[in-house]
């Protein structure tokens, strides 16, 4: 019981490490599981682990954990995946899950072959794990690095895409390595296991969608027991599908997943929203436990010259060929090639897959297996390797790298709003009108559609859940305009962005108790410098939106035409030249010659 609260515990300190330390959470999962697992051994008196995996779960019980977890991440990876976004994605990305994908199999076979001298079945095998990049990883180093909006877009979606991809090559290479029969490798018998694995794979994958499915359309589960419920099927799902033939039930939920994703389904967003927290969760457990399960041997075995070319041919060899000959013909410049050559972090499925592969290997008499037990040990140090050090190289030196090679982007000027009503709309239009990007989130449908006729785009959901924010491309927004009429969730919204944009550039509505209090000192991101709240704007924006702009040569200038006007217009903006909009704020001490105001007037 205490080492599972240990590791529980621990995958949720390292979770909270990688926040603050602004790193992927796989660096510090991985470096706290290697510390209380093999790197233990030389402080204790009996030279024993402080916490190993293989003490809790024992034989078979720790490849059902890991499988089961696996799954559920896959599942919720799944549901990320759009046929629509797949479609209009550009040759770019494409060429990258298709060449990436080739190129990772058979060059990551050829090197663990020739360099470390692996069996030509458990070569391929190794070579489908480190096919997979992954959100996780990629997501906290575009945060930090904020490259152009080319690689970023890239990145993004190579991340996302890869992810199930690679897991289903790795698991259709695994159930071709084990289904042939002694001295009868890759015959009609490995075809046979091969095939059934798909048959079984989509079959159940696809059941079980149509009715979860319906179960949802219908309103047949209460709302409380949704997220439970799609939980239970989807547990139940692998659970059939490895029934029927082992190791589908990795290939049926994925396929669930992404079934659900592309079915127009009301709570879609809760049930990924609840998926992502048990995943968070999942993760945390299973990357600290899996560390913990290496042992010293393991790591001294890797310690060697052979290890180090077969990462450096992985990384420097194999992702270069993969970008040149992918985006051969993309409107990309040669840094940007580079760069893109120099980032490929591996994540938790590869993890995650190499330990169920390992451990079903290794349990396998030498007789009934395709592989040696050599290879099977080594597939697990090896693919933690290739994490280990892709996270910690990339993730320490991409924002160097990227400033070098001149890929990093301007600092943003787009708003983010929170709120899609009235202000927000009006304010939105001016600033798109001005060609500065713009982004309305939003959880009220009536909000969402008005803002979708404006042709405004929009996120239909809530910006303040951290999971959400990893989902966001905000590599085009610098600002956030809080405009909800709630107070609390307008001053919520500021302090959590405020630390990715900068407290200087986030802004929020005045509250009515704000302008009651005519003595009370208010802050200085207050929009239209607090003198409307949520309700009076409401109010201006339905009579008008008409925009009439004032030039100055100086404040004082500005200062006299709005008192002039005894609080018969509405400032909004204030316009420097080469369209650059600052909201009217109290933060506003400087006037060029020049300058102008955009404001609305009131209906008195």
Known sequence: MIEIAGLIILGLLAQWLAWRLKVPAILPLILIGLLVGPLSTFITPDGSKFIDGDNIFNGEKIFDVISISVGLILFEGGLTLKVAELRNLGKTVRNLILFGTIICLIG????????????????????ALIIVTGPTVIGPILR??????????????????????????????????????????????????????????????????????HLLKKDLIPGYLKNIIVLAFVMLAFVIADMAHEESGLLAVTLLGIILANLKIDDLKK?????????LILISFLFVMLSSRIDIA?????????????????????????????????????????????????????????????????????????????DAHLLMPLTFLIILGTVVIQGLTAKPIANLLGVTQKEPNGVLFLGANETARFMAKVLKAKGIPVLLSDTSKANINEAKSAWLPVYEGSILSES????????????????????????????????????????????????????????????????????????????????????????????????????????????????????????????DKGDQIIYVKKHV
């Open 108 to 127: 990551g076979a050829m090197a663990a072959y020739y360099i470390i001298g692996m069996g030509v079945q458990a070569s391929f095998l190794f070579g």
């Open 144 to 213: 930090n690095v904020r490259p152009n909006q080319n690689i970023n877009t890239i990145l993004k979606w190579e991340g996302i895409l890869i992810d199930p991809v690679g897991a289903l090559v790795a698991i259709l290479i695994y159930e071709f390595v084990i289904s042939g029969r002694p001295n009868e490798q890759f015959t009609f018998f490995a075809l046979k296991g091969f095939l059934l694995t798909i048959i079984s794979g989509v079959v159940v994958g696809g059941i079980f969608a149509y009715l979860l499915f």
């Open 271 to 279: 049930i990924l929203s609840f998926k992502e927290d048990v995943t």
């Open 298 to 374: 393991d790591i001294q075995l890797l310690l060697n010259m052979k290890s180090l070319l077969l990462f450096v041919v992985i990384v420097y060899l194999l992702r270069p060929v993969t970008i040149f000959l992918s985006t051969h013909k993309a409107d990309l410049k040669l840094n940007e090639k580079i760069f893109l050559s120099y980032i490929c972090p591996r994540g938790i499925v590869a993890a995650g897959v190499a330990s169920i592969f390992s451990e079903k290997l290794s349990s396998l008499a030498p007789s009934d297996s395709n592989v040696m037990a050599f």
């Open 468 to 591: 959400n924010i990893e989902d966001l491309d905000l590599s085009s927004y610098g600002h956030l305009y809080a405009t909800t009429s709630n107070t609390e969730i307008n001053i919520l919204a500021c302090r959590l962005f405020g630390n990715e944009f900068g407290k200087e550039k986030v802004f929020r509505l005045v509250s009515p108790r704000e302008i009651q209090m005519v003595d009370l000192s208010k802050p200085k991101n207050l929009l239209f410098k607090g003198a409307t709240d949520y309700m009076g704007l409401a109010q201006l924006f339905k009579r008008t939106q008409l925009v009439q702009t004032q030039k100055f040569d100086n404040k004082e200038q500005m200062d006299d035409f709005i008192e002039e006007q005894n609080g018969k217009i509405v400032p909004v903006f204030l316009e420097k030249p080469k369209n650059v909009l600052i909201p009217f704020t109290e933060k506003i001490k400087d006037i």
